[in-house]
């Protein structure tokens, strides 16, 4: 019986590109360790089922499941029935603080929580189809029309019953209105960081981007998203360097150069935080 093919995390895969927005409809893989990037991933459930580990909890869906999760923290889709199909996409945190959720829910799902929902029905799986095709059409009006109605579908989910993992908590969504100009302004923060992010930037630089002050940017981000502005960038500069990470040639100290990182010393110690093992373990173990 022939091995299942697994995940392989590379420049051109989710970790390589953390500012773009992707959709997917396909086939999983099972991946043989946990990875990261610095997108909310959507994962609707076509056919079969999948189990997730993630950083600390486990999740098994099912067919007609729909699920959400910030992909900044280490997680793994371990195991997976041979008819599995799933769909969605990973957002980048500009379209996530698009969405009007309730800012209870945001901040769980930023914190680590993992929102699901069985509350779906026949036209999310020609939806989520069609999205990804218009996604991957190379038609810009196409594309921004799928990312607008997904956004649409998942506000959605605040009328409807839900659960919150860990500490579930099911039912109907009220939470704290949203406040559009908070948004608006973690938005143009998260711009400027996705534009910079390989440079030395530092909260005044990201504040001035905003037209806020520093100290109110760094309240309102860490309130938001329940990360510092610098941790942020630390993990767009990570899921960076861990896709640079899996070519047989990389050198560690390059890695962390090309990554923005002004020293070695602070790259493995970020990593180290992240991942829980050094890079130069991390690149080893992609090579095996």
């Given amino acids: 019986m022939p091995e299942r093919p697994f995940y392989q995390p590379g420049a051109s895969s989710v970790e390589g590109l953390p500012l773009k927005l992707q959709m997917f409809h396909t086939q999983p893989l099972v991946m043989l360790k946990p990875h990261w990037h610095a997108q909310v991933e959507v994962n609707f459930i076509v056919r079969g089922s999948v189990h997730y580990l993630m950083n600390d909890h486990e999740l098994a869906l099912s067919a007609g499941e729909m699920c959400l999760f910030w992909g900044g923290l280490p997680h793994q889709m371990d195991d997976l029935t041979d008819d599995a199909i799933y769909a969605g996409a990973h957002l980048p945190l500009v379209h996530f603080f698009r969405l009007h959720l309730p800012a209870d829910i945001r901040h769980r799902l930023m914190t680590g929580a993992t929102l699901v929902t069985n509350a779906t029905d026949q036209s999310d799986n020609d939806n989520f189809k069609r999205w990804n095709e218009y996604a991957r059409s190379g038609d810009p009006a196409k594309a921004e029309h799928a990312v607008n109605e997904l956004l649409l579908r998942l506000e959605r989910v605040r009328f409807e019953p839900y659960r919150?993992?860990?500490?579930?908590?099911?039912?109907?969504?009220?939470?704290?209105?949203?406040?559009?100009?908070?948004?608006?302004?973690?938005?143009?923060?998260?711009?400027?960081?996705?534009e910079n992010f390989l440079y030395d930037i530092d909260c005044v630089t990201i504040a001035s981007a905003a037209d806020i002050h520093p100290k109110y940017a760094m309240s309102l981000f860490k309130k938001s998203t329940g990360m510092t502005l610098n941790e942020y960038v630390n993990l767009l500069r990570l899921s960076y360097a861990q896709a640079l990470l899996m070519h047989e040639d990389a050198n560690v100290l390059r890695v962390a150069m090309d990554s923005g990182f002004g020293s070695l010393s602070a790259f493995n110690k970020s990593f180290r935080k992240l991942a829980g093992m050094s890079p130069s373990d991390f690149r080893r173990a992609g090579a095996r």
Avoid: E, H, K, T
């Fill in 164 to 194: 919150l993992v860990p500490g579930s908590v099911a039912g109907q969504g009220a939470g704290n209105p949203f406040d559009q100009q908070s948004s608006r302004n973690v938005g143009r923060m998260c711009d400027y960081i996705a």
